[in-house]
């Protein structure tokens, strides 16, 4: 079980001191028994005048900074170890009737996952609906498993990452006309296709270990998406429970993936958000450095900057 360490840091520059809101930190990773947080540290600069923390209604562990006083640099500065359980060939035990798909869920399930079930963008041309579908044979049943599998590695064989600073997520219908998106767009573009399908699927925000490079956008794997926060998706399947897709690098498991924050919705598990007060243009930009160290302190991924404007009264995500 390989010891990993995260150093994550978000600087925002101001041209002249300005007011700082309240801001919401997601930055702890969700301990479980394929990852097990050994510690945790938070510092905010200038101090806030109050810290503490809260679970959401997804149980993701949130710091909430609240500030007197005006500052020209705001900067969080995360710091994480965790003992990571890679799954380097998942082959996650099915419920017999999950096997094959189609299949359903049981009726005490079926509360919980409704509204992780529901599609949560238009699809007025079903675009989405017939890609999803092209990955189920138009005769017979089909792996569950190969279904999935199949369609991770498909955006990952014939979709072009590409990073975006701009906040949100792109349409999942955009996202299938252009074939190229930020790993949250790939996120979301699977989590609709298999929702289409009837299956419960939610976001996931964290971090992607890079082994075996110093470079921040790809490995000799072949990752993308390293240098500032991650995205992907779980897929609940009876008998495995939350299982993760990674369209992005055709990761099907946890292999490389450290899990921060689930959600129904990208917009529920978003890194860092807050307010500031103050004139437009004041604004000199948002810096993002991530690092992911194994124990043996070689670097995985090596100091990432991104600079970008962020529109007045609200600080952009960091997903990559």
């Not at 017979?140 to 997520?169: I, K, N, W």
């Not at 990761?251 to 978003?270: F, M």
């Amino acid at each position: 079980m390989p010891i990993l360490s995260v150093h994550h840091v978000t600087t925002y520059r101001y041209r002249q001191p300005v007011g700082l809101g309240e801001h919401r930190i997601m930055f702890r990773p969700r301990d479980s028994y394929d990852q097990r947080l050994i510690d945790a540290s938070l510092a905010v600069t200038p101090e806030p005048d109050s810290l503490h923390w809260l679970h959401d209604v997804f149980g993701n562990c949130v710091a909430v900074a609240r500030f007197k006083g005006r500052a020209t640099e705001l900067r969080f500065d995360c710091r994480i170890t965790l003992d990571h359980m890679p799954e380097l060939a998942p082959a996650f035990a099915l419920a017999e009737h999950a096997e094959q798909y189609p299949f359903g869920y049981g009726a005490d399930e079926m509360p919980d996952l409704l509204r992780s079930i529901e599609r949560h963008y238009p699809d007025p041309g079903h675009e989405v609906d017939r890609w999803a579908r092209s990955f189920v044979p138009a005769t017979g049943p089909v792996s569950t498993r190969a279904l999935l599998a199949a369609m991770t590695r498909e955006v990952r064989r014939t979709f072009t990452y590409v990073g975006r600073a701009e906040r949100g997520v792109q349409d999942p219908v955009q996202t299938l006309r252009l074939r190229r998106g930020s790993c949250r767009d790939f996120a979301v573009l699977m989590m609709e296709a298999v929702r289409a399908l009837g299956m419960a699927a939610r976001f996931v925000s964290g971090y992607l270990y890079v082994p075996g490079d110093d470079d921040p956008e790809r490995d000799r794997a072949g990752h993308v998406g390293g240098g500032s926060t991650h995205a992907w998706l779980q897929v609940f399947l009876p008998g495995a429970g939350w299982v993760e897709f990674d369209p992005t690098n055709g990761i099907v498991g946890n292999r490389d993936l450290i899990r921060v924050a689930v959600a129904r919705a990208p917009g529920q598990a978003v890194p860092l958000h807050g307010s500031w007060i103050g004139f437009p243009n004041d604004a000199l930009g948002m810096e993002v450095s991530v690092t992911v160290t194994a124990r043996d302190g070689t670097p995985a991924l090596e100091r990432f900057a991104q600079k970008r404007r962020r529109s007045v009264g609200d600080a952009a995500p960091t997903e990559g």
